[in-house]
């Protein structure tokens, strides 16, 4: 029964192991993309200008509302339209094909994004006001201030919402299989067809899943701990 | 932008609500029993009753709904003995694998906000029910039940939209609801912006009665918005 699970051109062993690897890189980079969107986009939830806060405002509300599988669709099938709309914009008129790689990765970040807005606007709030404050007073700015005194209290707060959005990142990528992308979800799927063993290998597929979830959690409760050092003594008493 | 297109193809759209409310409806009412279920038996104290609803939740929890859609739809009639089993009929059909598939997802993510419910009505409450003379089950029917759903209803409304979403899928395995009909536009006139403002403002109107509905429901239930 195994046997189908072979490493080499006899089974799918090696095929189904660098599907969970595809699986990491798209669920990676969507993650890192959407974080970089939430970044954005929260910015824009607290900045003073209602524009800014109402397009954030809509972004949040139509990812929040809409299927995933619509917003892979849009993407899927007006991805490569709309880069040449903008390429022609600067003037390029060439024919450009965005790749299932980095249409799954656009679609699943933008996705992934309007979770990590609200994770890390509510980070943001949850720095005390004195903190900005007295860093102002100290006659910090810029990166001394942001990066040194506001970043790594936000990224502690955030980390555990982060751990959770990389958790519905991860299982958000399983529908970037419709667009051909080669990943766990789509190589069990080739799998199966070709062996007639549906049952083993989604549950193969099952396997991998939990696997990742398993040491992702791992690595997130590692770095929740590294990020709270100074707050664990106060926290445990 | 096409308008005329959209004009039409938001009438072919439409005919999708009726299948994807039912499907949202069934799968959530049987997902609510299965929920309770599931999250007794994850505060039971019982181990042998404890650890295998652990075990499911994380389970289904840990992997796409997609996957398991497939797992019940193509994976389980692969054997024989379900091919002739008094359950073909059932599992044959995509419909009632999509159904199985969403009850049991929503069953688990509903048991997680059952159980905080549960577990958040004070033991002054039980026992001062216990002093009174109520029975166990009285005292979970008419003390405990009460506040859980108080305590649970705003999660579960966020829980009820996932499901209106989480339903799409079942477009994959040939279902035309809303998705799937406009899947299928797509394709043939290749206009994805103008179909999916189309499909996408149909999901957020549904969305926002659900939201007006929790929200009613929540003020009937004096429950004060945490803001």
Known sequence: MFDVFALGPTGWGDEMLMGAVMTVLVSSSSLLLGITLGIVFAACKLSNFFILRAIAEV???????????LVI????????????????????????????????????????????????????NSVPKGQFEVGKTLG???????????????????????????????????????????????????????????FIFYTAAIILYLLITRLSNIFFDSAEKKYSKGYVSKEAS | MRFELMYESFFKIVEGIPLTLQVVLISTILGIFLAVAVALMRISGNRLMSLPAYYFVYLIRGTPLLLQLYFVYYGLSQFEAIRESILWPILKEPYW???????????????????????????????????????????????????????????????????????????????MEITGIARTIISKTYAPVEIFLVAGSIYLVINFIIVMFVNIAERRLGIEKAT
Request: glycine residues 10%; contains cysteine; proline residues 3%.
């Open chain 1, 140 to 198: 910090l700015s810029g990166y001394s201030l942001y990066g040194k005194i506001i970043f790594p209290q936000v990224a502690r707060i955030a980390l555990p919402g982060i751990g959770n959005v990389w958790q519905i990142t991860l299982k958000d990528t399983a529908l970037i299989s419709v667009t051909g992308l080669v990943e766990i979800m789509r190589q069990s799927r080739i799998a199966a067809g070709s062996t007639h063993e549906p």
């Open chain 1, 59 to 69: 972004y949040t509300t139509i990812i929040r509302g809409i299927p995933e599988l």
């Open chain 2, 97 to 175: 694998c999509g159904i199985i598939t969403l009850t049991i997802s929503t069953g688990a993510y509903s048991s997680e906000i059952i159980r905080g419910g549960i577990l958040s009505v004070s033991k002054n409450y039980i026992e001062a029910s216990g002093a009174l003379g109520l029975s166990q089950t009285k005292t979970f029917m008419l003390i405990t039940l009460p506040i859980t759903v108080r305590q649970a209803l705003p999660a579960y409304g966020n829980e009820l939209i996932l499901m209106v979403k989480a339903s799409s899928l079942i477009s994959i395995v040939t279902l």
């Open chain 1, 73 to 124: 669709y849009l993407l899927f099938f007006g991805g490569s339209s709309a880069v040449m709309y903008l390429a022609k914009i600067f003037g390029y008129m060439g024919y450009i094909e965005l790749n299932a790689f980095t249409i799954g990765t656009i679609a699943v970040g933008a996705i992934s994004g309007a979770y990590s807005t609200e994770v890390i606007r509510g980070a943001v």
